[in-house]
């Protein structure tokens, strides 16, 4: 079974949490806590199809089906398949500390996949028009359908980096509530006879195989919310490597495990005389769900598995260039999907992402993304294809995810020596020539906190003017809105580059040259690295040397 979502673009809005379902090393480590509100904070609906459109088989309300089996066979392919899929996040939430990140994720599940051959759909426009085939032929062999609803059950651990490397693992627990799972035995439908309409006959045949639906029964409780005896585990596992200030690695596979279902089993069988083949799908389907159950053989259904893997390349003003690769594996086959994308840091509450994506055998996919922070309120939205949003019916690829998070940053972290005042340290002064280290002790705590990269380049705006020397002063505010001395040196160039310890808290950059007016330039460290390229004013609005 496929699962259509490939997820590009929110692995692309690393301030969400919910990213790590795409990639479990990628959590944002500028939090302390999170907590998706519940049944809205991690929803996702898609869909897709190969071969075919909804409007191609006449469907033009998904709440009222009506299809069109002529035009059906008239459109589609010899084989299409559509898949289709719903999560939400009923409890979603996480912690970090000085070691790593703890999640936690109590998930509704719904995964479909049906390949439905042309010649069913020849079938059934023939017998609704009563001018089936005389002495012919029906190739039913390549039908299949999987459908599972299930909820997940998953503890998530992901570790703070260590030079530049960190990895994520999740273990899922699948509770099974209902599945259908076809076996089919090369089953072919033929007529004959010399009247406009006959019955269909069959070689070969159709398993049909259900569990869990015994809730439909009139005598058994409504809701329940699942059986232990239908049951499974899986496996999200994933790296990230940050190779330097650039570029970063990662990769991961998910999804890896199933289901094994035992409680609540029918089977029906499809061969023999089918007087009316409309009728016969529709009794066999009613059969599996509301007929009492039958003791048969358990079956197991596999989650479609995916591997993925990917870069970032980090330009100026954190924007990056995005680039993943994935496979999913299901029982047909294997499907291949490739994205680029853009990414923008906004504002301080605002990032946004656009995306190119090919997978599904579908070469025109543009998807786009955004999270915004209102205080404490993170929202979010992606779409991998976002024309679907438009028209559901007549798209092949048809997704998108939104949600509400709760988010709290970490709290800054203090020197446990106060450190000078900007107004004490002059340019001038000796000291700072021979400095190059941060003021102040650090504590243990902040030995095990991420880094940050500082890099900037300085030119001037008159001709003929060089910038030979700088005097680099950077500080952090505290919660009291008092700034701190983090770091002071003299570089003997028109660069600096500087590592720092990432507190999401306010710092300030202040810069001073010979022959120039002072800069400062504020910015927040909540991603691994910032560059930036300076132009300084010359003192009284010089233009020469």
């Known amino acids: 079974m496929c699962h259509s979502q490939e997820e590009f673009t929110i692995s692309n809005l690393t301030k969400v949490p919910q990213a790590s379902y795409a990639h479990p090393a990628l959590v944002p480590h500028h939090l302390r806590y999170f907590i998706g509100v519940p049944a809205i904070s991690g929803l996702q609906l898609h869909g897709n199809s190969q071969g075919f459109t909804l409007k191609d088989i006449g469907l033009t309300n998904l709440l009222d089906p009506d299809f069109n089996y002529e035009m059906a066979r008239q459109m589609v392919s010899k084989d299409n398949t559509y898949r289709f ?122 398993f049909l195989r259900s569990a869990g639906f015994q809730h439909f029964s009139p005598e058994d409780q409504l809701f329940r919310l699942f059986s232990v005896k239908n049951a499974g585990v899986a496996l999200d596992a994933g790296f990230h490597y940050r190779y330097n200030k650039r570029w970063e690695f990662f990769g991961s596979v998910r999804d890896l495990g199933g289901i094994t279902w035992r409680k609540s089993l029918n089977l029906r069988e499809v061969s023999g005389e089918i007087p009316d083949l409309e009728s016969e799908i529709s009794d066999t389907f009613d059969d599996l769900v509301n007929e009492r159950p039958e003791t048969t053989k358990s079956f197991r259904t596999a989650l479609p598995v995916q591997f993925s893997g990917g870069m970032r390349y980090f330009l100026k003003n ?115 020539a021979s400095s190059n280290s941060s003021a102040g002790e650090h504590t243990e705590e902040e030995e095990d906190m991420p880094y940050f990269t500082l890099n900037s380049h300085f030119t001037t705006q008159a001709e003929g003017r060089e910038v030979k ?55 927040v460290p909540d991603t691994d690295g910032l560059s930036r390229e300076f132009k300084l004013v010359p003192e009284n609005n010089e233009t020469g040397e």
């Open 85 to 206: 899929g719903v999560r939400t996040d009923l409890l979603y939430g996480g912690i970090a500390n000085k070691s790593g990140v703890f999640t936690i994720n109590f998930t509704e599940r719904i995964l479909g996949e049906t390949i439905l051959p042309r010649d069913l759909f020849g079938a059934l426009a023939d017998e609704e028009m009563g001018t089936m085939y005389q002495e012919g032929y029906y190739d039913l062999s390549s039908f299949s359908t999987q459908a599972l609803h299930f909820k997940e059950l998953g503890v998530a651990y992901t570790t703070q980096k260590r030079k530049g490397v960190n990895w994520g693992v999740r273990l899922k627990f699948l509770l099974g509530h209902e599945a259908i799972f076809s076996e089919n035995k090369e089953l072919m439908l033929y007529s004959g006879g010399e009247s406009d309409y006959q019955n269909f006959s069959s070689m070969g045949k159709l």
């Open 318 to 432: 954190d924007h990056r260039i995005n680039a993943l690769a994935s496979v999913r594996m299901y029982p047909s086959g294997a499907d291949l999907g490739l994205s680029a994308g853009y990414y923008i840091p906004v504002t301080s509450w605002l990032e946004w992402t656009g995306t190119y994506s090919i997978y599904n055998k579908q070469f025109f996919n543009l998807g786009t993304g955004f999270a915004m922070q209102f205080g404490k309120i993170q929202l979010y939205f992606a779409s991998d294809n976002v024309v679907s949003a438009f028209s559901a019916l007549g798209s092949n690829n048809a997704n998108f995810q939104a949600g509400v998070n709760l988010t709290w940053n970490k709290p800054e972290k203090k020197n446990k020596k106060p450190t000078a005042n900007r107004e004490t340290i002059k340019p001038e002064d000796p000291a700072i």
């Open 469 to 523: 020397a700088i005097y680099v002063d950077i500080y952090r505010y505290d919660d009291k809105g008092e700034k701190q001395l983090i770091h002071t040196s003299r570089y003997p160039s028109d660069e600096f580059e500087v590592t720092l310890y990432r507190i999401h808290s306010l710092h300030e950059l202040s810069v001073k040259a010979y022959g120039f007016e002072p800069l400062v330039y504020q910015f």
